[in-house]
């Protein structure tokens, strides 16, 4: 008995023991870690995500805006999986593939990664129904992109998208499920526009269900973007969009040809960035493979020929070179001129020109002849003094250089069909239209922005904006109310053209809409300069182009129109310049 009694004595010793031990262990040896462990079952880390900063046109109206969006959000190191994936799919439209992916993907991230934005009041209600009390899952209130302007100029302002792994990885300021910018100024000047996320630590139950902020920590509040004031007019650009409605694909630039400023820039096709909010994988793929190409933005990644448009670049180099004079004639116009073995044609029958009339009426036979006198050699130098495979500089990182010959011998033919902007040579609209900009700014080619000023700037876009101002594309200023502002610093170059040549190519623009192929351009009481072009399309009808300028004393306005698969520029384009000048400087387009 004494045996068995010393044996249970020994047992329950050697019990206590190991748990002693084990209780010593726990929490002397692991005691911080499993301190630790409780401490982050009872709270939960938020990243509390940062608005961007606002857009404005010229006159304070807001392109870009931050409205409060509902997002679902799950912490994958809590959520029961197989709940998600049988249920979620049911509640909303949400692709199962993609969602066990970015599970499994994140399953170690510390933050709630998010699966779905923009979530409807039903969504809510639905999932607050069916899946707020399981844990791990929770909705969160966002700052949500949004622009009232919907399509309108969109190609301009651009989009947000998902921010990528690889730039993730590249930049440690963004957090997984951060927006980026895509396109436009909002990719541009994402540096500016973003924010600085903060930080919150929320108390939660055993369910995982948040009760309230944790007291013992300080929230760090999120820090909003940059504001950027842009040169565009809105009201403008919606005015051309209504005048694009009856065209499938075309484009409408206009710039201030002193300072650069872009007034309106508007292409079609286009897109809704507000969109992309609500956006899955499968509409997306949709989307960005549409034969229309809604996302290409023309204005600074479309080539195309010309056409005539060129030609008073040609007349004005032959003017400088003292090849010719505002007087100066060839063989007359018959509709036909032969070239070699083959025959050339003109649009019309025009009969004897001086340079002033063939500008006006844009003749073909006039500028074969200038052209094969003028040579090849000299075509190409003056593309070049053009500065013509040059970017404008203009801030979208979607500018496309122009294009030109690459042979330094040719056919006569060829040299010919130059003359006329056929052939070999492809330019971007917003090239042409800088081009322009310098026939009525002294010869001074403009570096064209959308940029007008930014305030707002914060400490964390320091770095971007000294890289702007050693660029000599910013300088700081205080205004008057004592804010510091950051104002774009217009930037031009001078072109080697006398104010004498550049006189007589202006009269015969002046000419071009008073009695020529732009005569559809014509107003009362406002003195128009313009040149049409139709330019040769081997896909379809000819694309029509119109460029033309007007001023009166308080602004200017440069216009760049093409309207593809048309027809002849005098036709389509010249009308559609005729509206907006007249709505720009508030003439009444009835009177004649």
């Known amino acids: 008995m004494k045996r068995k009694f010393k044996n249970i004595t020994f047992f329950i010793a050697a019990l206590f023991f190991v748990i002693f031990v084990r209780v010593f262990y726990l929490q002397i040896v692991k005691g911080e870690r ?13 990243i509390l995500r940062a608005p961007r900063g606002k857009i404005y046109d010229e006159e304070g109206r807001i ?65 607050e129904e069916n899946l707020i009390f399981k844990q791990g ?61 903060g930080r919150a630590l929320i108390e939660v139950d055993a369910r995982g ?81 549409d034969k229309k190409k809604p996302f290409f933005p023309r204005i600074v990644s479309g080539l195309y020929p010309p056409g005539s448009t ?34 050339f044609k003109c649009w019309s029958i025009h009969g004897r020109l001086n340079l002033i009339d063939a500008l006006a009426y844009s003749c073909n036979i006039y500028f074969y002849q200038l052209g094969i006198k003028i040579g090849l050699k000299e075509i190409l130098k003056l593309m070049k003094n053009l500065d013509w495979e040059k970017k404008t500089e203009i801030d979208l990182l979607e500018e496309t250089n122009s294009k030109m010959p690459r042979y330094q011998t040719a056919p006569l033919g060829r040299v010919a069909n130059l003359a006329i902007g056929q052939g070999e040579l492809l330019l971007t609209p917003i090239k042409l239209g800088q081009l322009y900009c310098a026939l009525f700014n002294e010869g001074f080619l403009p570096r064209p922005h959308l940029l007008d000023s930014i305030k707002n700037v914060k400490s964390f876009h320091k770095d971007f904006i000294d890289s702007l101002i050693n660029k000599n594309i910013l300088q700081m200023v205080i205004n008057s109310k004592g804010e510091t502002v950051y104002q774009y610093l217009p930037k031009a170059v001078k072109l080697p053209f006398s104010k004498e040549t550049l006189e007589i190519i202006k009269e015969g623009l002046f000419f071009v809409v008073e009695k020529g192929t732009g005569i559809s351009a014509r107003l009362p009481n406002l003195k128009i300069y313009g ?62």
């Open 34 to 46: 499993y301190e630790r462990l409780a401490y982050n079952q009872r709270i939960r880390k938020v």
């Open 63 to 127: 392109i870009a805006d931050t409205k409060t969006a509902y997002n679902l959000a799950v912490l994958t190191q809590e959520v029961d999986t197989t709940f998600l994936f049988q249920y979620l799919p049911k509640i909303l439209k949400i692709d199962i593939n993609n969602l066990r992916e970015k599970i499994r993907e994140e399953k170690n991230y510390p933050y709630p990664i998010l699966i779905k934005r923009n979530l409807s009041k039903e969504e809510v209600i639905k999932l």
């Open 137 to 197: 899952i929770r909705i969160e209130l966002d700052p949500k992109r949004y622009y009232p302007f919907k399509n309108v100029a969109s190609q301009a302002i651009g989009y947000l998208n998902e921010i990528s792994k690889q730039e993730l990885k590249n930049d440690t300021f963004y957090n997984l499920g951060d927006l980026i910018g895509r396109q436009g100024i909002e990719s541009y000047y994402e540096k500016l526009l973003r924010g600085k996320a």
């Open 209 to 289: 269900r948040e009760i309230q902020p944790f007291s013992e920590a300080k929230e760090i509040p999120p820090i909003a973007g940059a504001d950027i004031y842009l040169s565009l007019n809105m009201e403008m650009n919606i005015f051309c969009e209504s005048l694009l409605k009856n065209y499938s694909s075309g484009l409408v630039l206009g710039i201030e040809p002193k300072t650069g400023r872009v007034i309106i820039f508007h292409g079609k096709p286009n897109f809704d960035p507000n969109i992309f909010f609500s956006l899955d994988y499968n509409e997306w793929q949709k989307l960005i493979k």
């Open 310 to 343: 060129f030609k008073p670049f040609v007349a004005l180099w032959a003017l400088n070179k003292g090849i010719i004079n505002k007087n100066s004639y060839f063989f007359p116009c018959y509709g036909r001129y032969p070239i070699g073995n083959r025959i």
């Open 531 to 592: 040149k049409t072009g139709t330019a040769q399309n081997p896909f379809g009808l000819d694309h029509a182009w119109f460029c033309g300028y007007a001023e009166d004393p308080d602004k200017s306005l440069l216009l760049v129109i093409l309207l593809e698969n048309v027809g002849s520029g005098g036709a389509y384009a010249a009308p559609l310049a005729k509206e907006i000048f007249a709505r720009y400087f508030s003439k009444n387009v009835a009177e004649r």
